[in-house]
């Protein structure tokens, strides 16, 4: 989870379009034509350097096991929402694909229904689910994806540079929200104005204590906070805390803390870079506290966080990454079969997602456990969180067994969300959620990179949301949520 856009995605994908793909049974018979298959698959992000090498290798597993191959087709994460959604529209045939937009293009028939494909043929990968990626995926009782098995409980975190926090001595030990950050920002920014010192871009989304039935670009949350009323689905961006986020972002954009084209930039801030100072990163029970940043970083003291929410089991962790297959692909078992490989073989995974054995780690007497060569890149490898099953990735040296224990014992007692499950049907209110998502592609990004005047700002989006019908889908949902809580009684 390690890229600052990893949750970027822009509102395209909720267009109420009308999907030629919809009519495409999930249970289409694969296509029997003969010869190892291609399957195309779709992936956030930017392609590992050594790409070639990598899937080259993980193709010889999977030639070796099913007759087919992968050819990974890599799109920007500024970029991968719009262009999903505009493959998703046309219809094309493509086999797997991190899912955008997961509930709603379920819903409306993008993606193939695995409900029966997966137990069947990816047993082991479905088996090692935690409960609550089964629970938070299910759309109107059925399952399209096959989530990556990760963070399944997240904290949202302030991550700092540390080479900067060194070499000013910036003191970041009372941080614990946006607001704290004032007086590190000031000081770094007084010594290094041409770097960036809160890092945000298009896409980025303030972190509160808050889950989401919908998107987390949308003003419809629940409140998780322990002051909050979980029972009731509100506009967070009304909320105070929200607010106080808000105005502290704009005050550093005032400052020049925060680039003043983040509203429309799709700008990559490397891990490993010294173009920023500050940035949100989340992080969970297999990130080993800052180790999964600092390995991503390339250094073991490269980063250090500070906790801004609190840990919690919810609806974005459930669908963090999902990888779905296509309605119309032609393929659908045979990219089922593919996805449970990729999750529950150790040396196809590992190889991917460690990158080059020999070159950037080795094995060590610990059949588990792995160390780090010179030679590792983070950009000569793929990404924990979006490539598959991290209970089977081999862990560093670094990582101490009780760090282990800590993670099992973070997965087993994380708190669920009280809307983890509730995937609302949003047949009747497709017009209405168009236009209110419209009306966010215009105050999203403007408000949550601290661009606009919050107070303002928000009042000119409650006049807007009001016309787009916001009541409407307020009211549909929570009716829907009202019966989603009295089932669970």
């Known amino acids: 989870m390690k890229k600052i856009t990893k949750l970027l995605l822009t509102g395209v994908a909720l267009m109420g379009v009308a999907l030629s793909v919809a009519g495409c049974s999930s249970k289409q018979a694969d296509d029997n034509s003969g010869g190892t298959k291609t399957l195309t698959m779709y992936q956030i992000g930017e392609k590992p350097k050594n790409y070639d090498t990598l899937i080259k290798k993980a193709n010889k597993t999977i030639e070796k096991k099913y007759n087919a191959k992968l050819k990974i087709n890599y799109i920007g994460y500024g970029d991968y929402a719009q262009k999903m959604a505009v493959i998703v529209s046309s219809g094309e045939a493509y086999d797997i694909a991190k899912a955008d937009n997961y509930t709603l293009n379920a819903q409306k028939g993008a993606y193939a229904d695995l409900t029966e494909l997966l137990p069947k043929y990816a047993s082991k990968a479905y088996k090692n689910l ?32 540390k ?158 990454f999902n990888w779905v297959v296509g309605n119309a692909s032609k393929n659908k ?3 089922v079969k593919v996805l449970g490989l990729l999750n529950s073989d150790p040396d196809l995974l590992n190889g991917l997602v460690w990158g080059e054995e020999g070159k950037a780690w080795e094995k060590t007497g610990d059949a588990d456990k792995i160390k780090l060569l010179p030679g590792y890149k983070a950009d000569e490898s793929m990404g924990a969180w979006m490539t598959g099953n991290n209970q089977i990735l081999y862990t560093t040296t670094d990582v101490t067994d009780k760090e282990i224990a800590t993670r099992d014992n973070t997965i087993k007692t994380a708190k669920e969300s009280p809307i983890l499950g509730f995937n609302p049907d949003t ?22 990179t601290g ?15 009001k016309s787009a019908g916001y009541a409407e889908v307020q009211k549909e949902l929570q009716t829907q949520y009202d019966k989603f809580l009295k089932a669970q009684k």
Not at 135 to 154: C, F, H, I, Q, R
Not at 430 to 439: A, R
């Open 130 to 161: 935690d409960s609550a990626y089964i629970k938070g995926n299910k759309v109107n009782g059925k399952l399209y994806a096959l989530p990556v098995n990760a963070n399944v409980s997240t904290t949202e975190t302030i991550a700092f540079n």
């Open 451 to 465: 661009t606009a005047e919050p107070k303002a700002t928000i009042k000119q989006m409650n006049k807007a949301l």
């Open 163 to 320: 080479y900067y926090l060194d070499k000013y001595d910036i003191d970041i030990s009372k941080v614990s929200s946006y607001s704290d950050l004032e007086s590190a920002l000031k000081k770094f920014h007084a010594n290094e104005p041409n770097v960036v010192g809160f890092a945000a871009v298009k896409g980025f989304k303030s972190a509160a204590d808050f889950d989401y039935p919908l998107s987390s670009r949308l003003p419809f949350a629940v409140d998780t906070s322990s002051n909050g009323d979980p029972t009731k689905i509100v506009n967070q961006y009304n909320s105070a805390q929200m607010l106080e986020n808000l105005e502290a972002l704009h005050s550093y954009y005032k400052k020049g803390y925060i680039a003043q084209d983040a509203a429309t930039s799709t700008k990559e801030y490397l891990l490993d870079s010294k173009t920023w100072f500050a940035r949100q990163e989340a992080q969970g029970p297999y990130d080993y506290g800052d180790q999964a940043l600092n390995t991503a970083a390339g250094s073991k003291d490269a980063i250090v966080t500070k906790e801004i929410t609190t840990p919690l089991k919810a609806t974005g962790n459930a669908q963090m």
């Open 333 to 335: 078992t045979l990219s």
């Open 427 to 448: 047949s009747k209110i497709k017009t209405q959620i168009t236009n209110i998502q419209n009306v966010m592609d215009q105050y999203g990004d403007i408000l949550n």
